[in-house]
């Protein structure tokens, strides 16, 4: 979960329920790692946007001999100290940025993992270049990024969470190459759920979004 949003529920003590969004992505995720990715033991996986951890430690529980890394540029040092404190997982590091990590050009990470970063990002492409070229990354790490669907669908909560656009298939694809990474696979997932997005969208669209409706 997006930080933004996890302070939103914090403030009404929600964090505990898990949207069904989060859970099926996380369950879809899981499913691309076991089909496409082979994560030998000690592996390195680095986490970019983790946001409240939650994908990380659920990774970090079925590979209890890989190190994860996770990094978020909205942990602040209370956050870090926090959910260091609250983590029952020895194999989870928390950082604000890549750099803070101690060795990391010694680091070879086999998976990198961009859930829903790039479309934050005002230059997606110059970002993935930039990224490409530490040395933690070689030939042999896979990146497994995804990203909200169809501008079409931009509304309010894209607004709130940062969004600098939605993506087609198309679009990614093309940026990803750009940058100079070599596209295994890509597609849409949980069509179902962007069912409750278009009906956000066309609801604005005809009858405006109030100022307080602008996190929901």
Same mark, same amino acid.
């Given at each position: 979960m997006d930080l933004l949003e996890f302070r939103k529920k914090e403030s009404t003590n929600n964090t505990s329920i898990r949207h069904p969004w989060e859970q099926a992505r996380l369950a879809f995720l899981k499913k691309l790692i076991s089909r496409y990715i082979y994560l030998p033991q000690k592996s390195v996986v680095i986490d970019i946007g983790c946001g409240d951890t939650y994908v990380i430690e659920n990774l970090a529980k079925e590979n209890p001999d890989s190190l994860f890394y996770a990094v978020d540029i909205a942990f602040t040092d209370e956050l870090l100290k926090k959910y260091q404190e609250n983590l029952t997982l020895k194999n989870i590091f928390l950082f604000q940025?890549? @750099? %803070?990590?101690?060795? !990391?050009?010694?680091?070879?990470?086999?998976?990198?993992?961009? *859930?829903?970063?790039?479309?934050? #990002?005002? @230059? %997606?492409?110059?970002? !993935?270049?930039?990224?490409?070229?530490?040395?933690?990354?070689? *030939?042999?790490?896979?990146?497994? #990024?995804?990203?909200?669907?169809?501008?079409?669908?931009?509304?309010?909560?894209?607004?709130?969470?940062?969004?600098?656009?939605?993506?087609?298939?198309?679009?990614?694809?093309?940026?990803?190459?750009?940058?100079?990474?070599?596209?295994?696979?890509?597609?849409y997932f949980l069509f179902s759920l962007l069912v409750v997005r278009l009906f956000q969208v066309v609801k604005e669209k005809f009858w405006g979004v109030k100022k307080e409706n602008m996190t929901t």
């Open positions: 940025t890549l @750099d %803070d990590i101690s060795g !990391l050009s010694q680091i070879k990470s086999s998976l990198v993992i961009l *859930s829903d970063v790039i479309e934050h #990002i005002k @230059d %997606d492409k110059e970002f !993935l270049t930039e990224l490409l070229r530490k040395n933690c990354f070689n *030939s042999k790490t896979f990146f497994l #990024i995804t990203v909200p669907a169809f501008q079409s669908l931009f509304c309010s909560h894209d607004v709130f969470l940062g969004h600098y656009r939605r993506y087609t298939n198309t679009l990614l694809k093309k940026n990803l190459s750009e940058a100079g990474l070599n596209v295994i696979q890509s597609g």
